[in-house]
């Protein structure tokens, strides 16, 4: 495919969907109503194309992913995607780092109007480390910075969130018999240099990706993934200056997760769910329980889900990644909620 994606895909639903097996509207227990707009496939260049986020600075969007040859392969880089008006998508850049596969693109705005973008290399095995958390910085999406190391090696500092102009990220262990299955909260006043403010975060179960969410009353709210016993989710809750958290089990099981809180004070999270058929789908997240309550599978399967979620223009915009068309490929899907 060529760098500008086939206009004739973005007319709808993507080839290959059917609709009769996908809800276009749902209802949520308080009542809440979820109608799926549209979704549409935005890029499938690379073999193996995942992982995304999404982005809003002024009147352009900026999506971002994985590309590779497969899910785990040592030639992994971080696409940049850019649009005017979320309908016709082309590459503004493509961030390599020479010695090791680039995985799980996040993307940021920082207070200063920069774009910041988020990722770990995996290194070759047998080396000192597994991992590093990695930043790059740009001030129009085409031309990057040089990778900047956050964080502890062996650390994967998953999903970076900004709250009064310090950025915060869980960072999740990833080496065998010392880091792997414990979880520290990270703290930054710049992006750059970030400190272990909570360095017991969570221990248990294997805690990994996550994502974190400051409500309007500066609650600070933590959905966090488990791949160990037992598999559900937690989700984490803080006051500030965010040092002390409580738990709560979810009950699910969920991957990739990814939190906003809506414009009305709703809770929503796009995950991936394994119950039945592996999907990805919007669901409420009830914070004085700590359940997630699916809502809205969204036209997925298979190797799929890591949203990027933005609220423009009335309407939740969503990007995500999914296989049930046999290729891994980027989507970017609209959902109206009331």
């Known amino acids: 495919m060529n760098d500008v994606i086939n206009r004739r895909q973005m007319l709808g639903l ?26 549409r496939k935005i890029w499938d260049s690379a073999p193996h ?106 650390y994967w500092l998953w999903r970076v969130t900004w709250q009064k102009g310090a950025a915060y990220g869980v960072g999740y262990g990833t080496a065998d018999g010392t880091t792997r299955g414990t979880a520290r909260l990270y703290r930054s006043g710049d992006g750059k240099t970030f400190e272990a403010w909570v360095p017991g975060l969570f221990q248990g179960g294997y805690p990994n990706e996550s994502s974190l969410v400051f409500r309007g009353d500066e609650t600070g709210l933590c ?21 002390e958290w409580t738990w709560k089990d979810t009950g699910t099981r969920i991957g990739g997760p990814s939190l906003m809180e809506l414009p009305n004070g709703r809770l929503v999270a796009v995950v991936r769910l394994y119950d039945g058929k592996v999907r990805t789908s919007v669901c409420t997240l009830d914070p004085s329980t700590g359940t997630v309550g699916e809502v809205l599978p969204l036209p997925s ?13 009335d309407l939740l915009w969503i990007s995500y990644y999914s296989s049930h068309e046999g290729k891994t490929s980027i989507y970017l899907a609209k959902v109206a909620i009331g």
Not at 19 to 24: C, F, I, L, N, T
Request: proline content about 5%.
């Open 14 to 39: 993507s080839a290959g969907i059917a609709m009769s097996s996908v809800p276009r509207r749902a209802s949520a227990a308080d009542g809440a109503k979820y109608e799926l707009r549209g979704v």
């Open 49 to 154: 194309n995942a992982f995304t986020d999404l982005a809003r600075r002024g009147k352009e969007w900026f999506c971002v992913f994985r590309e590779g040859k497969t899910h785990v392969s040592s030639d992994g880089a971080l696409r940049v995607l850019t649009s005017k008006d979320g309908d016709a998508w082309e590459s503004a850049a493509r961030v390599t780092f020479d010695g090791g596969d680039l995985r799980d693109a996040k993307v940021t705005v920082t207070p200063a109007g920069k774009l910041m973008l988020c990722g770990a290399v995996a290194y070759p095995k047998g080396g000192k480390h597994g991992h590093q958390s990695l930043a790059w910085f740009s001030d129009d999406g085409r031309t990057w910075s040089a990778a900047v190391p956050v964080g502890d090696p062996d």
């Open 223 to 243: 959905l966090l993934r488990r791949d160990g016993a037992p598999l559900t989710g937690q989700l984490g809750i803080s006051k500030p200056p965010y040092k």
């Open 301 to 313: 399967g298979g190797d799929c889900s890591y949203a990027g979620l933005v609220w423009h223009g």
